[in-house]
């Protein structure tokens, strides 16, 4: 029976592993784990005994996969990372993305430069997935302020929904073998077309089970020539999107999630564009309950003045209890829990390095 709630935090130097009982009365934190290391992604698998997985990249330390088979505990390297074929040009700079595939063994890897690759065999070997790794789009994608990165891959059987930083959003409806642009809608503030076939800059793409069908994505908003491109939906799986931003006071943003028991729940965390930081210094989470038609700010227990960190990417996740809580870590360090569904927020730890991840499981 699942008694525990297991946090995984990727930070500038290391990853931290935090527990509690169900009740989430007292965190318990262990790590750094690759000490000194940044850690941009991190996955708790829970398809059969639960194993942590994380990415530890660094050009002089070397590109490695860290697992634990013991929450946490102690890690272990598999046997090798992502890596390009020989003779390929490119060279691994950073793991963006770890998800699970179809069995207990099944990994995908999102990576920079952006490419996609998959694991049979929990992560000790990685064959690169050409569909779109050598994709005709590829020479014309180009870095984002944090890299040229695949960040996002969201799995629906034969469906794959990537996610590329900066080259927008691609669906693949036959198992990964082949992808194309799917960006109808997905405006681009910084190109000359508002609305390109692709090389938007996708910050994030989100779903729920029960309905397969529709997405939410956050896309680089804060344009104010092209308002409100930044938060869209799909409801034919991707292949078109409108935006949902109104109402919300940035339509700039990196996460945005979906609660856990409710696909009509959303939640984003507005910043400003030029800064990146919080509006005004007062951070808040927003929460649409009706598919982002309606948006509420949630910000009981944030700081009132003086809160201008930035919330990132995976920096923002939920658990999957019945009364579910909000998490999301930030760039100076604090990682903050949001009770209820996010009415009351507190501070879990305020002194970790800066944060680049947090995943959440039950276990």
């Not at 938007?200 to 309905?211: G, L, M, S, T």
């Not at 910000?299 to 930035?310: A, M, Q, R, V």
């Amino acid at each position: 029976m699942a008694d525990r709630v297991v946090l995984c935090i990727g930070t500038k130097k290391g990853l931290f592993v935090a527990e509690a009982s169900k009740s989430r009365g007292r965190f318990s934190l262990r790590g750094p784990f690759g000490s000194g290391v940044a850690v941009y992604s991190a996955l708790i698998d829970t398809r059969k005994s639960p194993r942590i997985y994380a990415s530890s990249c660094n050009a002089w330390f070397g590109m490695k996969v860290l697992t634990s088979t013991d929450l946490g505990k102690k890690f272990k390297e598999t046997k090798s990372a992502p890596t390009f074929p020989e003779g390929d040009g490119r060279a691994l700079a950073n793991i963006w993305s770890l998800e699970p595939g179809s069995d207990s063994k099944d990994l995908w890897a999102g990576v920079e430069p952006a490419s996609l690759f998959r694991s049979e065999d929990g992560g000790n070997s990685w064959e690169m997935v050409a569909g779109i790794s050598n994709h005709k789009h590829s020479k014309d994608w180009h870095p984002g302020a944090g890299g040229l990165c695949l960040h996002t891959i969201v799995r629906d059987g034969d469906r794959i929904h990537l996610g590329i930083s900066t080259g927008g959003h691609y669906l693949s409806e036959d198992g990964g073998q082949t992808f194309n642009a799917a960006n109808n809608g997905v405006g681009a503030g910084f190109d000359p077309n508002p609305y390109p076939e692709f090389g938007q800059c996708v910050h994030k793409i989100a779903r729920h089970p029960d309905a397969p069908g529709r997405l939410y994505m956050q896309n680089h908003g804060g344009w104010p020539e092209r308002p409100g491109i930044g938060v869209l939906r799909s409801d034919d799986y991707g292949h078109t999107w409108q935006s949902i931003a109104d109402g919300l006071p940035s339509d700039f943003g990196f996460p945005i999630v979906v609660h856990p028991h409710d696909p009509d729940t959303i939640y984003v965390v507005p910043l400003e564009p030029m800064t990146r930081t919080c509006p005004e210094g007062k951070p808040a989470v927003w929460r649409s309950t009706t598919g982002g038609k309606k948006w509420k700010k949630l910000s009981k227990g944030l700081p009132k003045h003086g809160g201008y960190f930035t919330v990132l990417r995976d920096a923002m996740t939920t658990d999957t209890l019945t009364s579910p809580a909000i998490y999301f870590g930030t760039t100076t360090g604090q990682l903050w829990m949001g009770h209820d569904g996010g009415e009351e927020w507190s501070c879990l730890f305020d002194s970790l390095p800066p944060i680049n991840c947090v995943k959440a499981a039950v276990v």
